[in-house]
Each structure stands twice: as C-alpha cells, then as structure tokens.
C-alpha cells in the first residue's frame, strides 16, 4: 500500500505541477515540472527545519523509493520504446558511422577527460578520493540521456541530421556506459585483477552484443505478429507486451534490456508502422505511447527535483559541482570533437553543428540512477550530490537554452523540413 500512496502521490503533484506550468509557466514540460518540483523541495526542506511534521512523512516515503530499480528497470524501457518507434531509421542509418563514434568513443574520451580532471580537481577542496572513484563519476555523468533529449528536442525544431546524431547517440550510449560502469565498479569493489579484459570483453559481448540480438529477435517476432491481424487494441497489447516481456526476459539472460528495447522499437517503428498496421492501429499506437511516454516523463522528472529533500548537498557539493558542470562540457566538446574530425568525409564537421551536439548533450535520470546505484562504502554521497548539480543544470539550463541556440545558428527547421539559413 505505501507503494502505492508514493506513486500516487507523485501522480499527483505532477497533475498539479503540469497544469501550473501549461497555465501560467508555459515552459517545456519537463523543465517545467522539474523547477516546481525544485521550488517544492525547497519550500518542504525550509519547513522542516521549521519542525513541521508532514515533511518528514514526504521525506520517509520519497527514501522507500529505490530511484535506480524505478528507472533502470521499469520506466526507461518503456521510455526508450516510445522514442524508438517515432525514429526515422533510413536517417538513423544514414548516420550511423558518427552515431556509433559519439556513442562508443566518444563515451570513452569524455569519460577519461572527466575523471582525470575531478581527479587533480578534489584535493583543492579538500576532498581526496581514489582515481577509481572519478572514472566511477566520470562514466556515470558522460552518456547523454535519451529521455531528457528526447523530451527537450521536442521543443526546439533542429536540423533533420543534427537531430538524428543527438537522438541516436542517447539511445545507444547508455549500452556502452553500463558495460563500462560495471566493469569499474567491479574494480573498485574487487580489484582489478577482477576485472581482467577477458571479463571485459565477455562483459561487452553479453550486455551490448546480446542485447541488440534479443531485440532484433524480439522486433521481428512483433512485426511478424503485427502483420499476421488487424486488431487495433490486440496489437497495442502486444507491444506493451514486447517493452515488458523484452525487458524481464533480457534481465533473465543478462543482456542490455534497454538496447534490446531500444532495437526492437526501431524494427517495430519502421516495418511494423509501415507494413504491419492499418491507419487506424497506426493512429491508436502512436495515442497510446505518447499519452504513457508523457505520464512517465512527468513521474520521472517531479521525482528528480523531489530528490532534493532527501540529498545532502552542502556549500562544498554545490562549488565542485559548479566546477564539475565546467569539466563535463568541456569533456563533452572534446568527445565530440574528436571522433566526429575522424569522420568529415560522412558529416559535416562545422563549428555551428560542434555547439549543438555539445550543448545539447543533456545529462538527465539515467546519471543520477547509477549515482544511487553506488553502496556507502564508497564516496557515494560525494558523487551523487555532484551529479545531480550537473544534472540539474543540464536539464534547466542547457534544455532552456538549446532551442535558443539553434536559432541563433541558423540550424532550425523550415516548414518544408528544410534547414533556415541565417545570413
């Protein structure tokens, strides 16, 4: 029951929070429950000091909530399958040499970049901590969120390439992060004869490997099914079915449940829309992923800025993470920048399109969930106080901002889909 009351509860306030913001605010949706959700947390936190009683409650069960299972388990898969089948796969693949340098090398570059800089950073604020722990943080903070990105694209009308290289990159670079959080992870937590290549490597071949082959699997077994019947409701039951099915049978196999998704939702997206569906099951697919897509934003980003009440961040937190904010764009410009030099024969490599792939390579939910995930034997609460200072700004600041920002370039989107040049 006190399950229930919390995600009630959380439903709720983000009822609340959506109508303030669409009335009056008038922001992007998820930034515009996040703020409320901060200005909440902190008008909660200020009246627990005054001794109110109903804020502890809020804070007890705000703690029952295990934030990293809630969404790496249950929410991002469905999140990430609703994203995937509104992708323009013949884009997708038309870019797939920088999708899969930024979301694998560059991945490794701005992890390495983060880390070595936090490393000889810390001490100057009195915090000294293994160089394990900072490539811990920096793998962690370096791949971009799809359900943040997602969410602000939304907004802003940018360039059909420049969208399709941010959107595939946070789609599949969360494969690479979690093999290669786990792998470090194991070396703080064991050593690292522990986690020899051997491991490594096996490691890749069953988490990323294994979960693009079970989703290519599970995507062809629904578009079969799809097509075989013309039954609107049916068919939306089978997809539901795939995002849940998919994501406990990877568990089982211990495979990447959200590549395995991420695959199958492209498969679903491009041949089962096109060749599978009838207009009217097309129509009541795409009604019935976006109306659960918006609830799920919604839950997810009122529990980041309600995360708030129960992190203690101090004055210190707040001034590394100022800096951590610096180090993570300017590791986000190298990694871009690198691999994407490597490849100008396939993209076209200009300073305006290197701005918006930095600027909008938002960090989001899946960063502060592999903070939580970390035990309290290690800097745990260092980290996730960090982390979420990045994230926040990631998401207000640079979500706020990026929209903006293609203006300013030139880089929006006529009405004919057609890039606007600005003289």
Known sequence: MQLYNTFALLLVMAAIFGYINHRFLRLPSTIGLMILALVSSLITVGLGHLGVDWVLTASQLLRAIDFHTVLMQVMLSFLLFAGAIHVDVRALGDQRLPVAALASVGT???????????????????????????????????????????????????????????????????????????????????????????????????????????????????????????????????????????????????????????????????????????????????????????????????????????????????????????????????SVALPLSLLRSRFEFNRPNLRILTWGGLRGGISVALALSLPETMPRDLIVGITYVVVIFSIIVQGLTIGPLVKRLGLTMAPDDEPITVH
């Open 108 to 334: 490794l570059v701005s992890t390495a970049l983060v880390a070595s800089t936090m490393y000889y950073i810390l001490p100057l604020f009195g915090l000294n901590i293994d160089f394990i722990y900072c490539l811990l943080f920096g793998c962690l903070i370096s791949p971009t969120d799809p359900i943040a990105v997602l969410g602000i694209l939304k907004e802003a009308r940018i360039n059909k390439s420049l969208e399709i290289n941010i959107v595939g990159e946070s789609l599949f670079n969360d494969g690479i992060a979690v093999v290669l959080f786990v792998s470090l992870f194991q070396i703080a937590q064991f050593g690292a004869a522990e986690a020899t290549a051997s491991v490594i490597g096996e490691l890749f071949l069953r988490e990323a490997v294994g979960g693009i082959l079970l989703g290519a699997a599970l995507g062809y077994a629904t578009f079969w099914a799809l097509r075989t019947i013309d039954n609107y409701q049916v068919e939306v039951i089978i997809t539901l079915a795939l995002v849940m099915g998919g994501t406990a049978l990877a568990t089982a196999l211990h495979t990447s449940g959200p590549l395995a998704i991420v695959v199958a939702g492209l498969i679903v997206g491009d041949k089962g829309r096109a060749l599978g569906m009838s207009d009217l099951t097309r129509e009541y697919l795409d009604k019935f992923w976006e109306i659960l897509d918006e609830i799920l934003n919604a839950v997810l980003f009122v529990l980041i800025g309600l995360e708030m009440l129960i992190l203690d961040i101090n004055r210190t937190i707040l001034l590394v993470g100022a800096v951590a904010i610096v180090v993570v764009l300017l590791a986000r410009l190298a």
